[in-house]
């Protein structure tokens, strides 16, 4: 079956650092990979996605993810972290072939101080 | 602009009351979900629709009702029969089938139930 896993909890990080948010996941065949953001008391939003291609995905708002396909891994990264990132961030991968729909993780805080 | 709108954005019932959660989508998606969210658990998938007049259940059916009479509303009823309802309910859609497209959500409803 197909899963996802956040390892931290909360991620901090401080104002203009580097930010990176950990995902790994476990799939049968090839993998279809999401991130999403969400902010307090909202629905999610789309960040990225990995299909095939270049290992580097860029989404909004500066976001870019790196797919590891030997670590199978999926991390989240920003080169400069800004204090109104801070927010909960989903990994997510979808379920099967023909069908959309996604599976989760548990979710990882970020915390961005000034 | 197109999106989906899930309503009442707040919701409060007494324990044994079965209690409806509207989402309507103006996206022209086939595709439509229930997801369930709590703290430290993610989201967590209760029923899915790939088609009007057909619906699958998710991982966590047990106590949740749905219905998919058209295909821009997919009302989800949390039934007497759910243990633990209080949560946040988020409401998502998809073009369809595989097509590797991210999921839209609304911005939930918060239903607690005392």
């Known amino acids: 079956a197909q899963s996802v896993a956040q390892p931290e909890d909360q991620v901090n990080v401080a104002e203009g650092n580097p930010l990176t948010v950990k995902c790994t996941y476990s799939v049968s065949g090839n993998p279809y990979l999401f991130w999403y953001v969400q902010y307090p008391n909202r629905g999610l939003q789309f960040l990225l996605k990995y299909i095939t291609g270049d290992n580097l995905v860029k989404g909004s708002y500066g976001f870019e993810a790196e797919f590891n396909k030997s670590q199978t891994s999926f991390h989240l990264k920003k080169p400069s972290a800004l204090v109104s990132d801070s927010a909960l961030y989903f990994c997510?991968?979808?379920?099967?072939?023909?069908?959309?729909?996604?599976?989760f993780g548990t979710g990882t805080r970020l915390q961005v101080f000034p | 602009d197109g999106g989906i709108t899930q309503s009442p954005k707040y919701l409060f019932r007494k324990e044994g009351q079965n209690v409806t959660l509207s989402c309507e989508q103006n996206l022209n998606h086939d595709a439509m979900y229930w997801y369930r969210q709590d703290p430290g658990q993610g989201l967590r998938l209760i029923y899915y629709?790939?088609?009007?007049?057909?619906?699958q259940k998710g991982d966590i059916a047990e106590g949740y009702s749905v219905s998919r009479e058209k295909k821009e509303s997919f009302p989800l009823t949390v039934t007497s029969a759910q243990k633990n309802p209080t949560a946040f309910y988020l409401c998502?859609?998809?073009?369809?089938?595989?097509?590797?497209?991210?999921?839209?959500f609304g911005n939930g409803t918060r239903l607690t139930v005392t």
């Open positions: 997510a991968v979808r379920a099967s072939y023909n069908t959309d729909k996604l599976i």
């Open positions: 629709s790939q088609i009007v007049n057909d619906f």
């Open positions: 998502a859609s998809s073009p369809g089938r595989g097509y590797n497209s991210p999921l839209h």
